[in-house]
């Protein structure tokens, strides 16, 4: 799980299992956008996102640190942080 602000996509906090999955230090995260972890074009999914009142569920694709693909399927939903 990761919280990212959705107007830069910058992680804001990622949790333990996150790290370990994609071998990226909670550090190193928290200085990276989702646009550094997908070749996916994100602009997109920021304007679902308004529309759909932040809420978001589909699949993707990221890259973990040591350049291995890793398919996802993303839920995402507004909160207060």
Not at 57 to 72: A, F, I, P, Q
Request: glycine share 6%; proline share 2%; charged share 25%.
């Amino acid at each position: 799980m990761w919280v990212v602000d959705v107007e830069t996509l910058r992680f804001l906090d990622v949790n333990p299992a996150a790290v370990k999955l994609y071998g990226y230090s909670r550090a190193e995260f928290l200085k990276m956008r989702v646009s550094d972890i997908t070749d996916e074009e994100v602009g997109p999914h920021q304007k679902n996102l308004r529309r759909n009142g932040y809420h978001y569920s589909g699949e993707s694709t990221h890259c973990r640190k040591n350049g291995s693909v890793l398919h996802v399927q993303l839920s995402s939903k507004r909160i207060a942080y």
